[in-house]
């Protein structure tokens, strides 16, 4: 499978706790998007990288967020101390920039207890 | 800001019948506009993008700048149509991060 590739797909974890999401984007792709989905709305957007640099962060993206795309490939999100309100689908996205399309990958699913 | 409303939650149309997903957008920019679909247990893709001027399967979707709308059509609904449906906004000056509505779930009867 050569699309965009998300691990896990699904975390279960309680409160408090921190959790982290990797995102493999298509080989050559130079841009990645991280959205977050909860039930009843489209994504919204997190955060977006160019190769390693991450170039723009949402709002919703508060201190307990942080992502990195260290080495202009794979990134990860990471959460610290897990609030239910943390609950979503996670989604992450890659293109080549100055293309309209952005790929998606499957998301991971994230469960607050 | 940019925003995008879908204002129906879930279509129903009997299979044959035409169909128009409505998506109205408000940006103060030049915006680029696409309708992405989720089909069941899959992940969301694109299905076009005003720029093209396209059709795919069957849809099509005419930017209207002065009622700011991005309405999908199709005239003749297919069972494989059930899906779920979202408008989605970019600003073509960052060609960055996409703006979604809250998408429209569309049920294809027989």
């Known amino acids: 499978d050569t699309g965009v590739s998300q691990n896990p797909r699904h975390k279960i974890t309680k409160r408090g706790q921190n959790v982290t999401f990797r995102c493999d984007p298509i080989?050559?792709?130079?841009?990645l998007y991280w959205y977050r989905q909860t039930l009843g709305q489209g994504p919204e957007f997190l955060t977006y990288?160019?190769?390693?640099?991450?170039?723009?962060k949402s709002r919703l993206l508060s201190d307990r967020f942080s992502a990195e795309r260290p080495k202009g490939s794979f990134s990860t999100l990471e959460i610290q101390r897990t609030e239910q309100g943390d609950s979503a689908m996670y989604l992450c996205?890659?293109?080549?920039?100055?293309?309209?399309?952005?790929?998606f990958g499957p998301g991971t699913r994230l469960t607050v207890l | 800001a940019q925003r995008v409303t879908q204002p129906e939650k879930l279509l129903s149309v009997f299979k044959g019948a035409p169909v128009e997903l409505k998506c109205n957008y408000s940006?103060?920019?030049?915006?680029?506009l696409f309708w992405y679909v989720q089909y069941s247990r899959q992940r969301l893709q694109l299905l076009l993008r005003?720029?093209s001027r396209e059709s795919i399967k069957g849809f099509t979707a005419d930017l209207n700048k002065g009622e700011t709308s991005f309405h999908l059509k199709k005239p003749f609904a297919q069972e494989e149509d059930s899906a779920m449906y979202y408008c989605?906004?970019?600003?073509?000056?960052?060609?960055?991060?996409?703006?979604f509505g809250t998408g429209t779930r569309l049920q294809v009867t027989l």
């Open positions: 996205a890659s293109s080549v920039w100055g293309a309209n399309e952005q790929f």
């Open positions: 080989s050559e792709h130079n841009r």
């Open positions: 990288f160019q190769n390693e640099a991450q170039l723009e």
């Open positions: 940006y103060s920019g030049s915006p680029e």
């Open positions: 989605a906004l970019r600003d073509t000056g960052t060609a960055s991060k996409l703006t």
């Open positions: 005003h720029i």
